[in-house]
């Protein structure tokens, strides 16, 4: 939501306070009368209150909606073209008065009525959402669906029921208006519970609570008169004037804030109170309490009685979970958040430490022999590499999608990639066997898969005990990369999770063993970026773990490329 110009609306709104302390004192007279007077004045001087009240909060409406861009501009200017259609009903109510007429309950002044509220409720319903998350999106919509259901079940029991019998003898135009009138009051109630739970990242919006209130008056007046004016005329229908009043008074109050748009929550909820999840669903416990008390006297058979009061314990006790879900999720979300920091923590405090010490040492001795200075400047080059590939391959996996990793392939020879792994990984050679035909070649990004090798021999060297094998070899097209170890493997419950971004497996909260838990997840994302795949078995060479990468259609016949990968490459 954007504000287009604030001296704009400020010019915009600069006399609307007059033509509003006016509206009020107007609307203030025609209650008095309508409370104090007769009722033949109250009728001829109420609908003058209304009207005014309504026309002017309509107008301001529009004018201010005219602060905004886009969807703003549209929700608030579709509620004030809405409230003046709908006082060009009581324009056709008056004329037909002032022409000696007796205007029936229901006619041609409810069709304005009718237009008016279809606006309003299409204006409301398209404020725009604060969060664009198509999950949370959904979820509050299924929460407004809810309270949809069990309002409409309600309105149903308690209001429309009544009146359809009232209406059953009815003329047709009544019948018609006495549907939709108490329908239309729910749509926009419900409408207005949907975009307050979807606006919710902003702080409290008393324009929603004002238009919600003004609303709910109206829709009180609008039963009321359906009830007491079904086939009678409308001088004999006694609306409820002073409610109407109200009304038209909260929608000036509204419109004449509708500029001011609440700011965003600075800081987000730190835990999920009870009453906040309940909101939403409390018409539907209505509707179960409802249920509850018109089946208390009824004559059911055991089994119905059983079922009912099964029903009814199973939605509470499932409202109950959910509330408990919400928290102990937030609760290990904070958990797996430190456990995140601390092991990202660990993984840094290595090559800062060496960095800082060794800068340290240059600064102060500089009379340092040239090859301790070249060994010390190598050294720390080679440690602010290796930070500099942790933070990019962090920000890459902050996106999670694998298609976005760029790719710079070419024709390779294996066994070079896999001796500078084996020398970048500080494994040592010693422990490492190698199974690879010094003619094998694939067309893959000569960096990336020597990033893969890199990670899966840190692996090996931090609980692999010992012995290494490197195997790779072509199968027709297919490219495959094995790297086995001798020691304990991964636990059969974490073989599918340990490819997950920040996940450690067995050492998730092992602070001691070093890892940042972003190794594996950058493995299967440049596999899956080169068309392939990774996963993993038990090693049946060594008995440890086995680590295994393919990569379909990367093994062409063509003539090897002579060069090897630079050194462009990082420890995950």
């Not at 600069?14 to 009722?39: C, E, K, L, Q």
């Not at 298609?403 to 040592?428: C, F, K, Q, Y």
Request: proline share 5%; with cysteine; glycine share 8%.
């Amino acid at each position: 939501m954007k504000v287009i110009a604030a001296s704009r609306a400020s010019h915009a709104q600069s006399s609307i306070p007059r033509y509003a302390a006016a509206t009020y004192v107007i609307i203030a007279v025609a209650a008095a009368i309508t409370v104090f007077g007769d009722a033949e004045m109250a009728t001829n001087v109420a609908p003058i209150g209304i009207l005014i009240g309504d026309v002017v909060a309509g107008v301001v409406f529009f004018r201010g909606a005219g602060a905004f861009e886009g969807a703003e501009r549209r929700a608030w200017s579709l509620v004030g073209i809405g409230l003046i259609t709908a006082t060009s009903g009581i324009v056709v109510l008056a004329a037909q008065i002032v022409a000696g007429a007796d205007p029936p309950t229901f006619g041609v002044s409810d069709a304005f009525f009718m237009v008016g509220y279809v606006i309003i409720l299409v204006g409301i319903g398209s404020l725009p959402h604060v969060e664009r998350d198509v999950l949370q999106r959904t979820r509050i919509a299924l929460d407004g669906v809810i309270g949809a259901v069990s309002l409409g079940a309600l309105a149903w029991v308690f209001l429309l029921d009544p009146i359809i019998v009232g209406l059953e003898g009815a003329p047709a135009t009544d019948r018609v208006f006495g549907i939709l009138y108490p329908l239309l009051d729910v749509a926009i109630i419900v409408v207005i519970m949907i975009v307050t739970l979807r606006r919710s990242m902003l702080r409290f919006d008393a324009r929603l609570f004002l238009f919600a209130g003004a609303v709910l008056l109206q829709g009180i007046a609008d039963v009321s008169y359906l009830i007491e004016g079904i086939g009678r005329d409308f001088a004999d229908a006694e609306p409820l004037f002073v409610v109407y009043l109200g009304a038209a008074a909260l929608f000036l109050t509204t419109a004449l804030m509708v500029d001011r748009v609440p700011a965003e929550r600075e800081y987000a909820n730190r835990r999920v109170p009870l009453w906040s999840m309940m909101m939403p669903y409390t018409a539907a416990a209505v509707m179960v309490a409802a249920l509850l008390y018109r089946l208390w006297d009824v004559d059911l058979h055991q089994g119905d009685r059983v079922l009912v009061i099964a029903a009814v314990a199973v939605a509470v006790l499932v409202v109950a979970r959910q509330g408990i879900a919400i928290r102990e999720n937030r609760r290990i979300v904070e958990r797996e958040r430190t456990d995140l920091v601390s092991s990202i923590s660990h993984e840094l405090r290595t090559p800062l430490t060496a960095t800082v010490g060794f800068v340290a040492v240059l600064q102060e001795d500089p009379k340092l022999d040239l090859k301790e200075r070249i060994e010390m400047i190598d050294i720390v080059m080679e440690q602010t590499t290796y930070l500099e590939r942790i933070v990019q391959d962090l920000l890459f996996l902050a996106e999670d999608d694998p298609s976005r990793l760029d790719l710079d392939t070419a024709p390779w020879r294996i066994e070079p990639i896999v001796e500078n792994a084996i020398l970048s990984s500080m494994i040592g050679r010693d422990g490492v066997e190698v199974e690879i035909g010094p003619d094998l070649v694939a067309i893959v990004d000569a960096d990336r898969l020597q990033q893969v090798l890199v990670n899966l021999l840190s692996n090996v060297r931090r609980y692999g005990e010992g012995r290494c094998l490197v195997v790779a070899r072509a199968d027709h097209s297919r490219l495959t990369v094995e790297v086995h170890d001798s020691g304990p493997g991964v636990p059969k419950k974490f073989e599918l999770t340990i490819w997950d971004r920040f996940e450690r497996g067995p050492n998730r909260y092992n602070a001691i063993e070093p890892g940042s838990g972003i190794g594996l997840a950058m493995v299967r994302s440049i596999a899956i970026a080169h068309g392939g795949r990774a996963f993993y078995q038990t090693s049946e060479r060594l008995g440890g773990a086995c680590f295994v990468v393919e990569l379909a259609g990367r093994s062409p016949d063509p003539e090897p490329t002579a060069a090897v990968p630079s050194s462009r490459l990082a420890i995950g």
